[in-house]
Nanobody
Framework: QVQLVESGGGLVQPGGSLNLSCAAS????????MGWYRQAPGKQRELVAT???????NYEDSVKGRTTISRGNVKNTVYLQMSRLKPEDTAVYYC?????????WGQGTQVTVSS
C-alpha cells in the first residue's frame, strides 16, 4: 500500500509563492513517476507538473516559467515550487505517483490565492 502525504498549502496573496511537499511511503523502487495535479472548483483534475526518476519534467502550459518540480534527497519525495501566483491557481493540489502501471494519490492540500 502506497501512502502519500502532502503539505505546504494555504492562503497566498496574488503574486506570492508556495512550496508544496509530498512524501510517498510503501512504494520503494516501484515508483517511477511523481507529480502534482490540481482540481479547481467546478473543474476536472489537471496536470501541474511531473518528474521521472531520470529527472525529466513536464509542465502544464499555464504554469511554465513560474513552476519548478523537483525530487528530494529523501527517496520518493517531491516538491512543487510556484511563484507569481494567480487567483486561478486556487485549487486542491494532489500529489500523485505512478507505482508500476498504476497511480496512487494523496489526500490533497488546499491552495487559495486571494487578497
Amino acid at each position: 500500500q502506497v501512502q502519500l502525504v502532502e503539505s505546504g498549502g494555504g492562503l497566498v496573496q496574488p503574486g506570492g509563492s508556495l512550496n508544496l511537499s509530498c512524501a510517498a511511503s510503501g512504494g520503494g523502487d516501484r515508483i517511477n513517476l511523481m507529480g502534482w495535479y490540481r482540481q479547481a472548483p467546478g473543474k476536472q483534475r489537471e496536470l501541474v507538473a511531473t518528474i521521472t526518476t531520470a529527472g525529466m519534467t513536464n509542465y502544464e502550459d499555464s504554469v511554465k516559467g513560474r513552476t519548478t518540480i523537483s525530487r528530494g534527497n529523501v527517496k520518493n519525495t517531491v516538491y512543487l515550487q510556484m511563484s507569481r501566483l494567480k487567483p486561478e491557481d486556487t485549487a486542491v493540489y494532489y500529489c500523485g505517483v505512478r507505482v508500476g502501471l498504476f497511480y496512487a494519490w494523496g489526500q490533497g492540500t488546499q491552495v487559495t490565492v486571494s487578497s
